[in-house]
């Protein structure tokens, strides 16, 4: 796993992804200087189910594989991955998330996230639709 500061030149990167898409030029910047880039190869675990969160990551690019019941699904640049157990204090992921393919990727720390949300809170309202669209997709799996 290799790690890079990110900053405000990657506000331009998160304007493309919809969990941001909406957010005025200061905020996206603010989330930018936030963040971390990590790049991980195929096969790196991001996520393993009874974890508990400890950040948001946000593809940029490559793909993920997330593990549902039997089922695997993959994603890919845009998709946010470990927001749940950020929003409930002592939730553990419930599900492996791995490389499908070398990853590039935004990380979010828990800490910074909470900052985020508590000056942002628009932040939180466009992941509604995303986080109602991914509950119809784990229980159409399992």
Same mark, same amino acid.
């Given at each position: 796993?290799?790690?890079?500061?990110?900053?405000?030149?990657?506000?331009?990167?998160?304007?493309?992804?919809?969990?941001?898409?909406?957010?005025?030029?200061?905020?996206?910047?603010?989330?930018?200087?936030?963040?971390?880039?990590?790049?991980?190869?195929?096969?790196?675990?991001?996520? @393993?189910?009874?974890? +508990?969160? $400890?950040? &948001?990551?946000?593809? !940029?690019?490559? #793909?993920?594989? =997330? *593990?549902?019941?039997?089922?695997?699904?993959?994603?890919?640049?845009? @998709?946010?991955?470990? +927001?749940? $157990?950020? &929003?409930?204090?002592? !939730?553990?992921? #419930?599900?492996? =998330? *791995?490389?499908?393919?070398?990853?590039?990727?935004?990380?979010?720390?828990?800490?910074?996230? +909470?900052?985020?949300?508590?000056?942002?809170?628009?932040?939180?309202?466009?992941?509604?639709?995303?986080?109602?669209?991914?509950?119809?997709?784990?229980?159409?799996?399992?």
């Amino acid at each position: 796993m290799t790690e890079f500061e990110a900053g405000p030149g990657h506000a331009e990167a998160l304007r493309g992804i919809p969990l941001f898409a909406d957010l005025d030029e200061q905020t996206l910047k603010h989330v930018a200087e936030t963040a971390t880039e990590v790049e991980v190869p195929r096969g790196h675990v991001l996520i @393993e189910p009874g974890q +508990e969160g $400890s950040g &948001l990551l946000v593809v !940029l690019d490559g #793909t993920v594989a =997330i *593990q549902v019941g039997e089922d695997r699904l993959e994603k890919g640049a845009g @998709e946010f991955l470990g +927001e749940l $157990s950020l &929003l409930v204090p002592g !939730l553990t992921h #419930t599900t492996r =998330i *791995q490389a499908a393919s070398p990853v590039r990727c935004l990380a979010i720390r828990r800490e910074d996230f +909470e900052v985020l949300l508590k000056e942002h809170p628009q932040i939180a309202v466009a992941m509604l639709p995303m986080l109602a669209r991914r509950q119809a997709e784990t229980m159409a799996h399992l």
